[in-house]
């Protein structure tokens, strides 16, 4: 599903200073895994998320995501592999504050020439999945918390993406949502999607369901 070979990521501060982000790492994950990146701020765990999801390029080596090498990909070509693969979970919930809960889980499909049939159909399919159809005409600044995270993990599904990358995503939320989103995950992993998920909280180290745990440090991975 996703294999990152003998990649390294800099970044260029001026011409006589580099910042390395990742130092020769290698990951794979399987089709319906659950992979936690672990790491403090700055260990490289969301520069992981980004080469994936080719948001950003590999200064050195290979990023290989359901057969396609994303990181030789156009900008173009890397939009739309995302619109068609991936599903992302901000820490942040990058909602649109005043618009409607279905505009919101609607937007990324809106690059896609469909028929509002099939936005309709995909709509009442993640809702429903996230018990929030009862909530699709409410504006999102008047919901609570509990429901902009469901809002929000919703937008992610509604292309049907394999893979979902979550980075940070309990960050600013408590326990109880914490607890909440956990089992969401749980949901999701039941379904067949492969899930990676960057974090430092440690509610996520000891989930049975968790196939395997990264642990990041400075830009590479340590035992």
Do not use: C
Request: net charge neutral; glycine share 4%.
């Amino acid at each position: 599903m996703i294999k990152l070979q003998n990649i390294t990521k800099e970044y260029i501060i001026n011409k006589d200073e580099k910042v390395i982000a990742l130092n020769n790492i290698n990951i794979e994950v399987k089709k319906g895994e659950l992979v936690v990146l672990k790491g403090a701020s700055g260990s490289g765990k969301s520069t992981v998320l980004s080469l994936i999801a080719s948001l950003t390029k590999p200064t050195h080596g290979e990023v290989i995501v359901n057969d396609t090498s994303v990181a030789k990909l156009s900008d173009s070509f890397a939009s739309d592999f995302r619109l068609e693969n991936i599903g992302f979970i901000f820490q942040k919930y990058n909602l649109i504050p005043n618009i409607s809960v279905k505009d919101n889980i609607i937007l990324p499909l809106i690059p896609i020439n469909t028929t509002d049939e099939f936005l309709n159909k995909r709509l009442k399919s993640v809702m429903n999945i996230f018990n929030i159809i009862h909530k699709e005409n409410i504006i999102v600044k008047n919901l609570s918390g509990g429901e902009q995270q469901r809002v929000a993990i919703a937008r992610s599904m509604v292309n049907d993406p394999d893979l979902i990358l979550a980075d940070e995503p309990t960050a600013n939320l408590d326990e109880k949502l914490s607890l909440n989103f956990i089992e969401t995950l749980k949901e999701l992993k039941s379904l067949g999607k492969t899930i990676v998920v960057a974090t430092h909280d440690p509610l996520f180290f000891e989930l049975p369901f968790v196939d395997k745990i990264i642990n990041m440090q400075n830009g590479k991975i340590i035992n």
